[in-house]
Protein backbone atom coordinates (compact mmCIF):
# COMPACT_ATOMS: atom_id res chain seq x y z
CA UNK A 1 0.00 0.00 0.00
CA UNK A 2 1.39 3.74 -1.21
CA UNK A 3 2.31 5.74 2.32
CA UNK A 4 0.12 8.35 2.52
CA UNK A 5 2.05 12.02 1.64
CA UNK A 6 2.79 13.78 4.02
CA UNK A 7 1.92 18.04 3.99
CA UNK A 8 3.01 20.99 6.06
CA UNK A 9 -0.29 22.09 7.26
CA UNK A 10 0.19 25.27 8.78
CA UNK A 11 2.61 26.35 5.59
CA UNK A 12 -0.40 25.35 3.64
CA UNK A 13 -2.60 27.22 5.49
CA UNK A 14 -0.81 30.54 5.24
CA UNK A 15 -0.29 30.04 1.53
CA UNK A 16 -3.93 29.69 0.61
CA UNK A 17 -4.48 32.47 3.20
CA UNK A 18 -2.45 34.97 1.10
CA UNK A 19 -3.48 34.04 -1.44
CA UNK A 20 -6.84 34.71 -0.62
CA UNK A 21 -5.85 37.99 0.83
CA UNK A 22 -4.47 38.66 -2.64
CA UNK A 23 -7.55 38.41 -4.43
CA UNK A 24 -9.14 40.63 -1.90
CA UNK A 25 -6.34 43.26 -2.62
CA UNK A 26 -6.72 43.13 -6.19
CA UNK A 27 -10.47 43.96 -6.09
CA UNK A 28 -10.02 46.66 -3.59
CA UNK A 29 -7.76 48.31 -6.57
CA UNK A 30 -9.64 47.70 -9.41
CA UNK A 31 -13.45 47.38 -8.95
CA UNK A 32 -13.65 50.88 -9.83
CA UNK A 33 -11.46 50.65 -12.88
CA UNK A 34 -13.01 47.36 -14.00
CA UNK A 35 -16.44 48.71 -13.86
CA UNK A 36 -15.65 51.88 -15.40
CA UNK A 37 -13.66 50.11 -18.21
CA UNK A 38 -15.20 46.96 -18.85
CA UNK A 39 -18.59 47.59 -17.46
CA UNK A 40 -18.00 44.74 -14.51
CA UNK A 41 -16.37 45.74 -11.26
CA UNK A 42 -15.47 42.40 -10.50
CA UNK A 43 -13.68 41.29 -13.86
CA UNK A 44 -10.59 41.51 -12.47
CA UNK A 45 -11.59 40.17 -9.21
CA UNK A 46 -13.01 37.23 -11.23
CA UNK A 47 -9.79 36.99 -13.45
CA UNK A 48 -7.79 36.66 -10.52
CA UNK A 49 -9.97 34.24 -8.67
CA UNK A 50 -9.57 31.73 -11.69
CA UNK A 51 -5.77 32.26 -12.07
CA UNK A 52 -5.61 31.38 -8.35
CA UNK A 53 -7.78 28.15 -8.46
CA UNK A 54 -5.66 27.23 -11.43
CA UNK A 55 -2.30 27.80 -9.27
CA UNK A 56 -3.87 25.59 -6.54
CA UNK A 57 -4.88 22.94 -8.89
CA UNK A 58 -0.95 23.13 -10.03
CA UNK A 59 -0.10 22.96 -6.23
CA UNK A 60 -1.98 20.16 -5.72
CA UNK A 61 -0.66 18.12 -8.27
CA UNK A 62 3.18 19.24 -7.17
CA UNK A 63 2.75 17.80 -4.04
CA UNK A 64 1.84 14.53 -4.96
CA UNK A 65 5.07 14.78 -7.64
CA UNK A 66 8.12 13.46 -5.85
CA UNK A 67 11.04 15.74 -5.77
CA UNK A 68 13.50 13.20 -7.48
CA UNK A 69 11.61 14.32 -10.55
CA UNK A 70 12.02 18.48 -9.72
CA UNK A 71 16.12 16.92 -9.43
CA UNK A 72 16.31 15.54 -12.72
CA UNK A 73 14.67 18.88 -14.37
CA UNK A 74 16.61 21.38 -12.62
CA UNK A 75 18.76 21.64 -15.75
CA UNK A 76 16.22 22.18 -17.95
CA UNK A 77 14.00 24.62 -16.22
CA UNK A 78 16.39 26.77 -15.75
CA UNK A 79 17.58 26.41 -19.75
CA UNK A 80 13.84 27.27 -20.71
CA UNK A 81 13.74 30.02 -18.24
CA UNK A 82 17.02 31.53 -19.70
CA UNK A 83 15.64 31.34 -22.68
CA UNK A 84 12.43 32.63 -22.23
CA UNK A 85 14.58 35.72 -20.70
CA UNK A 86 16.52 35.95 -23.74
CA UNK A 87 13.20 36.22 -26.13
CA UNK A 88 12.42 39.19 -24.88
CA UNK A 89 15.58 41.21 -26.26
CA UNK A 90 14.15 40.61 -29.20
CA UNK A 91 12.45 43.51 -31.10
CA UNK A 92 8.66 42.50 -31.91
CA UNK A 93 8.10 39.46 -29.11
CA UNK A 94 8.42 40.92 -25.72
CA UNK A 95 5.04 42.99 -24.46
CA UNK A 96 5.98 46.56 -23.04
CA UNK A 97 4.23 47.73 -19.97
CA UNK A 98 5.08 50.49 -18.18
CA UNK A 99 8.25 51.38 -19.15
CA UNK A 100 9.85 48.12 -18.75
CA UNK A 101 9.84 45.04 -21.61
CA UNK A 102 8.73 42.25 -19.06
CA UNK A 103 5.58 39.74 -20.74
CA UNK A 104 5.68 38.00 -23.97
CA UNK A 105 1.85 37.25 -25.06
CA UNK A 106 0.59 34.71 -27.21
CA UNK A 107 -3.42 34.81 -28.41
CA UNK A 108 -4.92 35.66 -24.77
CA UNK A 109 -2.72 34.74 -22.78
CA UNK A 110 0.55 36.69 -21.04
CA UNK A 111 3.40 35.45 -19.69
CA UNK A 112 6.18 36.76 -17.30
CA UNK A 113 9.34 34.69 -17.80
CA UNK A 114 11.19 36.03 -14.92
CA UNK A 115 8.73 34.51 -12.61
CA UNK A 116 9.94 31.14 -14.34
CA UNK A 117 13.38 32.07 -13.73
CA UNK A 118 13.03 32.61 -10.12
CA UNK A 119 11.20 29.15 -9.54
CA UNK A 120 13.99 27.75 -11.86
CA UNK A 121 16.75 29.38 -9.69
CA UNK A 122 14.85 28.06 -6.43
CA UNK A 123 15.06 24.59 -7.74
CA UNK A 124 18.35 24.32 -9.40
CA UNK A 125 20.20 25.77 -6.05
CA UNK A 126 18.34 23.14 -3.66
CA UNK A 127 19.60 20.80 -6.19
CA UNK A 128 23.02 22.46 -6.47
CA UNK A 129 23.54 22.21 -3.04
CA UNK A 130 22.40 18.71 -2.37
CA UNK A 131 24.71 17.48 -5.05
CA UNK A 132 27.97 19.24 -3.88
CA UNK A 133 27.28 19.07 -0.11
CA UNK A 134 30.61 19.92 1.75
CA UNK A 135 32.42 21.35 -1.81
CA UNK A 136 29.90 23.82 -1.34
CA UNK A 137 32.12 25.60 1.10
CA UNK A 138 35.26 25.57 -1.97
CA UNK A 139 35.00 29.27 -3.94
CA UNK A 140 35.44 27.28 -7.17
CA UNK A 141 33.06 24.84 -7.18
CA UNK A 142 30.22 25.72 -4.63
CA UNK A 143 29.78 29.51 -4.96
CA UNK A 144 31.36 30.64 -8.31
CA UNK A 145 28.79 28.40 -10.26
CA UNK A 146 25.62 29.88 -8.31
CA UNK A 147 27.34 33.36 -8.48
CA UNK A 148 27.56 32.60 -12.55
CA UNK A 149 23.64 31.44 -13.03
CA UNK A 150 22.20 34.20 -10.57
CA UNK A 151 24.26 36.69 -12.34
CA UNK A 152 22.92 35.95 -15.28
CA UNK A 153 19.45 36.13 -14.71
CA UNK A 154 20.28 39.34 -12.63
CA UNK A 155 21.39 40.76 -15.87
CA UNK A 156 19.08 39.64 -18.25
CA UNK A 157 16.36 40.86 -15.48
CA UNK A 158 18.22 44.33 -15.24
CA UNK A 159 18.16 44.93 -18.89
CA UNK A 160 13.77 44.89 -19.46
CA UNK A 161 14.83 46.18 -16.48
CA UNK A 162 12.90 44.71 -13.43
CA UNK A 163 14.88 45.60 -10.34
CA UNK A 164 12.26 43.56 -7.90
CA UNK A 165 12.54 40.37 -9.98
CA UNK A 166 16.40 40.91 -10.25
CA UNK A 167 16.76 41.06 -6.34
CA UNK A 168 15.24 38.29 -5.54
CA UNK A 169 17.98 36.21 -7.73
CA UNK A 170 20.68 38.32 -5.87
CA UNK A 171 19.68 37.44 -2.59
CA UNK A 172 19.30 33.87 -2.71
CA UNK A 173 22.22 33.39 -5.37
CA UNK A 174 24.57 35.31 -2.70
CA UNK A 175 22.96 33.83 0.71
CA UNK A 176 22.42 29.77 -0.67
CA UNK A 177 26.62 29.17 -0.75
CA UNK A 178 26.98 30.63 2.19
CA UNK A 179 24.30 30.28 4.51
CA UNK A 180 26.39 29.60 7.16
CA UNK A 181 29.41 32.06 7.02
CA UNK A 182 28.99 35.67 8.39
CA UNK A 183 30.30 37.34 5.18
CA UNK A 184 26.91 36.79 3.88
CA UNK A 185 25.64 40.10 5.81
CA UNK A 186 28.46 42.05 4.05
CA UNK A 187 27.81 40.18 0.68
CA UNK A 188 24.12 41.23 1.05
CA UNK A 189 25.01 44.92 1.85
CA UNK A 190 27.47 44.81 -1.46
CA UNK A 191 24.59 43.21 -4.01
CA UNK A 192 21.97 46.26 -2.44
CA UNK A 193 24.71 48.86 -2.76
CA UNK A 194 25.08 48.00 -6.92
CA UNK A 195 21.24 47.77 -7.49
CA UNK A 196 20.93 50.69 -5.52
CA UNK A 197 23.64 52.49 -7.88
CA UNK A 198 21.51 51.19 -10.68
CA UNK A 199 18.30 51.90 -10.11
CA UNK A 200 16.71 53.84 -12.96
CA UNK A 201 14.74 57.51 -12.04
CA UNK A 202 11.88 55.25 -12.65
CA UNK A 203 12.57 53.18 -9.83
CA UNK A 204 13.67 55.55 -7.81
CA UNK A 205 10.55 57.21 -8.03
CA UNK A 206 8.66 54.51 -6.88
CA UNK A 207 10.62 53.29 -3.84
CA UNK A 208 10.52 57.09 -2.83
CA UNK A 209 6.13 56.77 -2.80
Known sequence: MREQAQYDLPLLI????????GVVIVYSASAILAADRFGDGYYFLKKQALFGAFAVAVMLVM???PYTL??????PILGLSLFFLLLLLIPG??????GSTRWIRFLHLSFQPSELAKLALIIFLAYFLEKKGDRMKTFSTGFLPVLVIAGTIICLAMLQPDF???LLPGDH???APLHRRSEVFLLALLHFGIYSHRLSAHHKGRLSL
Not at 70 to 75: E, G, I, V
Not at 93 to 98: E, H, N
Open 14 to 21: ITISLMGV
Open 63 to 65: MNI
Open 70 to 75: LKKLAY
Open 93 to 98: IGYRVG
Open 164 to 166: GVA
Open 173 to 175: GVR
